[in-house]
DNA sequence: GCTTGACCCTGTAGCCGCTCCAGGGTTTGC
DNA sequence: GCAAACCCTGGAGCGGCTACAGGGTCAAGC
């Protein structure tokens, strides 16, 4: 199976399964003589185990614990239930963020009733106070596995 | 004012001014004979707006936008409404969205009771089956205003 | 006057998880 | 024998910063 099969019964771009190689998700096929990837059900599994956890929202180095716990079958699976357990809690509160977040907005909504002066738009004057509790750098956040950004359509 | 003092005030990085500075949402102040940025009580509060909009999960380019109507004080502020309104539809759809994830990593979770072999673990049996409706591609996501990366201590 | 340290400057590279492109080579069907 | 569809590598780009490297400037203390 060359990478374009693989990628179309996964559902997924070309690019990502090479980007996934590359990232150490997936190993690395043997290649045929003109240099192709070829890959077996094997990949294929492994490609769609990786699919589903992304979709699960969890970040590629969790994805990888969870790989690497599965290459060792015999160990026993507490830790792949502490890692669900965590990011199940990042998701968490991850919500509570945001349903904070979404009352603030509401309330800010609120101050205006439409169709004003921008000068004397109550929005304006709500934002142009200062801001809650600050927040954290964005560098520590990246070890997480709850994505901040949006998808579209979002 | 130099950017420590205003940094400082606004508790930001210096970086982050200079950034803001370059991403054009804060105008480039003059400069010192040594060629230090000189900063007036305007920028002061425009910094403040900036990082108030950032803390509510706003995006530059939303926050640009925001900022391009208050420097039009006359206009009526139906757009600033919209804007808001937008916001916060993406803010209910990334709550929907994390409570459904967190529903289905709950039902994973339970396939689980503990301590058994990596190979008879249900949870990882549950995550090899394929995965639910596939996600948006990312590129398109970096028009909304609702991040999904986590921060640090998420 | 000289040193030390705190501050400032520009420019570049890195984070995540891809996505897309350029510029080439190969295979497949007609 | 040729076009279209596939494959390869390497690099740049997204957002919103962060963290350097490698320099210049300034104020205080000796």
Redesign the interface.
């Known amino acids: 199976m060359r990478i374009g099969e693989l990628a179309r019964r996964a ?2 771009p070309v690019e990502t399964v090479r980007y996934y190689e590359k990232a150490g998700l997936l190993p690395a096929p043997r290649r045929s003589g003109a240099n192709y990837r070829s890959y077996a059900a094997g990949h294929a ?1 492994r490609l ?2 990786i ?7 969890m970040s590629l180095p969790e994805i990888r614990s ?1 790989l690497e ?2 290459d ?7 830790g ?2 502490a890692l ?2 965590e ?2 809690g ?6 509570l ?3 904070r ?2 009352a ?3 309330s ?2 609120a101050r ?1 009733a ?8 109550g ?2 004057k709500t ?6 509790a ?9 070890a ?11």
């Open positions: 559902d997924c599994e769609a185990f699919l589903r956890c992304r979709s699960l929202d969870l716990a599965i060792r079958p015999g160990a026993d699976c507490s792949i239930d669900l357990d990011h199940i990042h998701v968490s509160a991850r919500i963020e945001l349903k977040l979404r603030e907005l509401a800010i909504r205006c439409g169709a004003k002066a921008t000068a004397e738009c929005i304006v934002l142009a106070r200062s801001r809650a600050p927040r954290e750098p964005s560098h520590v956040a990246a997480h596995g709850v994505a901040r950004r949006a998808r579209k359509g979002f």
